[in-house]
């Protein structure tokens, strides 16, 4: 295996990274933000609506019971592909390394001694192995079933 000097390893590792986590953090966020809205609207909507229902407009008690669903089903989708959570934790890697980048970059501690790349290298790989081990652990955490026998 070559050695990697340090322009390759920002281009093709580090600066990747921090894109890549940028970019999954700000698609959790737009997700998170829509579809929370749309959860919002509709369920302030449903007494609004139940409080014009008659048996003339029993219409609008089919829309209040469709907004229900929609409630529902948004609060599912929320919690399976944890929007918020990742949102939140893509955000948190990629400020990391950017941290770790700019620190590097401006030869501050912990980088101002000898061998600052090899330092760079093991701390940008560190918190990358961690987050990688946390999607992994969650990704393989069952589901918990809260009904009661």
Known sequence: MEDIDSETY???????QIDWYDKKSS?????????????????????????YASDE???????????????AVITSIIGLFKFQ????????SCESLRHEKYLFLSKALPYDGEAPFQLLVTRV????????????????????????D
Not at 10 to 16: A, G, V
Not at 28 to 49: C, D, E, G, T, Y
Not at 85 to 92: A, G, Q, V
Not at 125 to 148: G, R
């Open 85 to 92: 959570e990742n949102w939140l934790e893509y955000r948190t």
């Open 27 to 51: 698609a959790n966020h737009w997700w998170f933000k829509r579809l929370q809205f749309i959860s919002i609207v509709s369920a302030a909507s449903i007494p609004l609506i139940l409080g």
């Open 10 to 16: 920002f281009k093709e590792r580090l600066q990747d």
């Open 125 to 148: 790989e560190n918190l990358i192995s961690k987050e990688n081990t946390n999607w992994s652990q969650y990704t393989s955490t069952p589901v918990k079933n809260d009904k009661s």
């Open 57 to 71: 407009a029993m219409y609008l008690t089919f829309i209040a019971g469709l907004l229900g669903v929609i409630v």
